[in-house]
């Protein structure tokens, strides 16, 4: 029999947290977190990571485990969320991935293979490019080969396109159609896969509050802690939303309310870019927010999983 997994995906701020840990409380499930930010120490505020008093004595892991130089990437994310998986399973309990890197979430439910060519020397070559003639440039090369794909990722995600243009140049084959073959794959786990949406202009306005309260909690400081402790502006976790951002405004050339306006516009486009994701790579349920509570929208999850034989 398949072991039972369960995924809460979505765009940022649109209640994945929250519902995932009243989920939990209720079928005896531990989280693991699906994003790429929130496995960073001393990144808290603009990760908005789950407080412990949050948690409400839930296991969460993949949250805090790293420092920002640490290398992280969907590999790594793999090996060790399957690993934390099979403690999991060996509890009685039920693994919960949430989060919004659908990549790193796909690769996981899906078993995708991504071996790492570490003797390619091309991952350094392309970085090389971006360092020179800048991201844009990096990401007008993917263009090129994966239009579509180039359409889902920012151009400042170097990590995420130089991975691109590598596999194309390794396999000869564009990550778009890689992603759409992965997802006809059979999932090797009994698997209930959650979409959270939400109304746009809804999911904006509770994008450009959280900008806010993220302020107030102290995110300027946090990323100013960062830096005066040796962490370089040019680090894949210091690239993340919510830090790059305020890099113009320590330096003079821009205001503190044009870097928190950025934080804000930069947001919104990302969970647009998130839900094209899941839309185009995704077969799962999809839940809207938008007028529904967390208590309906637990309701219809129970329901699922009941179908599914999880619980």
């Excluded at 991952?123 to 440039?137: C, N, S």
């Excluded at 359409?151 to 194309?168: P, W």
Aim: proline share 4%; with cysteine.
């Amino acid at each position: 029999m398949k072991k039972p997994l369960i995924v809460i995906a979505g765009p940022t701020a649109c209640g994945k947290t929250d519902l995932s840990i009243e989920l939990a409380k209720k079928i005896g499930g531990e989280i693991i977190s699906g994003d790429s930010m929130q496995v960073y120490k001393f990144m808290d505020i603009g990760t908005a990571k789950p407080t412990k008093e949050e948690m409400c004595g839930i296991p969460h892991f993949l949250i805090d485990e790293l420092y920002p130089d640490e290398e992280y990437n969907v590999m790594v994310f793999q090996k060790k969320a399957r690993e934390y998986m099979d403690g999991i399973y060996g509890r009685g309990d039920i693994p919960i991935v949430v989060g919004g890197t659908g990549f790193y979430i796909n690769a996981l439910v899906y078993d995708n293979d991504f071996t790492e060519e570490k003797e390619s020397g091309i991952r350094e070559e392309l970085y090389r490019v971006a360092e020179k003639e800048g991201p844009e440039k990096l990401h007008s090369m993917l263009a090129e080969v994966d239009p579509e794909y180039a359409g889902q990722i920012h151009f400042n995600n170097v990590k995420r396109v130089a991975r691109a243009l590598e596999y194309y140049r390794l396999t000869g084959e564009k990550m778009s159609e890689h992603n759409k073959n992965a997802r006809q794959k059979e999932s090797p786990y009994n698997l209930a896969f959650f979409v959270l949406n939400m109304d746009r202009a809804k999911l904006y306005e509770r994008i450009d509050l959280r900008v806010d309260i993220m302020m107030e909690n102290g995110l300027e400081s946090e990323v100013r802690n960062l830096l005066n402790m040796g962490y370089s502006p040019q680090l894949v976790s210091m690239q993340g939303l919510g830090y790059k951002e305020f890099m113009p405004y320590f330096k003079g050339e821009i205001s503190l309310e044009k870097a928190v306006d950025d934080i804000k516009k930069y947001t919104r486009h990302f969970a647009k870019r998130q839900l094209t994701w899941f839309r185009r790579q995704t077969e799962g349920t999809w839940i809207d927010m938008t007028d529904n509570s967390a208590e309906n929208a637990l309701a219809a999850i129970m329901n699922e999983l009941k179908e599914k034989n999880i619980i």
